[in-house]
Nanobody
Framework: QVQLVESGGGLVEQGGSLRLSCLAS????????MRWYRQAPGKERELVAY????????NYGAFVKGRFIISRDDAKNTVYLQMNNLLPEDAGTYYC???????WGRGTQVTVSS
């Protein structure tokens, strides 16, 4: 069974950091590109970052501005999102996605206090 499970969300003060994790199972993780999305209440889901197999290409949404880092550990079947200098507008539910086959996790909540 193909599955993605996010973790690492929580409450953080403005300027703080969080590291999100997405544990994949049921498929050959190293062969797939992976993405992080986020969705704030009342807003559309937006792409945060994506990483290709073997990290041969990485891209970020324009709003990231050098604050986030996406990475992957293929030995652990996990993709990470290190988020630094968090702002209140970064709050929302963060989702992991495998674009091939449009597989989604259930998300992890990030709250940033000002």
């Amino acid at each position: 069974q193909v599955q993605l499970v996010e973790s690492g969300g929580g409450l953080v003060e403005q300027g703080g950091s969080l590291r999100l994790s997405c544990l994949a199972s049921g498929f050959a993780f190293s062969s797939y590109a992976m993405r992080w999305y986020r969705q704030a209440p009342g807003k559309e889901r937006e792409l945060v970052a994506y990483i290709y197999p073997y990290a041969r290409d990485i891209n970020y949404g324009a709003f990231v501005k050098g604050r986030f880092i996406i990475s992957r550990d293929d030995a652990k079947n996990t993709v990470y999102l290190q988020m630094n200098n968090l702002l209140p507008e970064d709050a929302g539910t963060y989702y992991c996605q495998r674009p091939n086959g449009d597989v989604w996790g259930r998300g992890t909540q990030v709250t940033v206090s000002s």
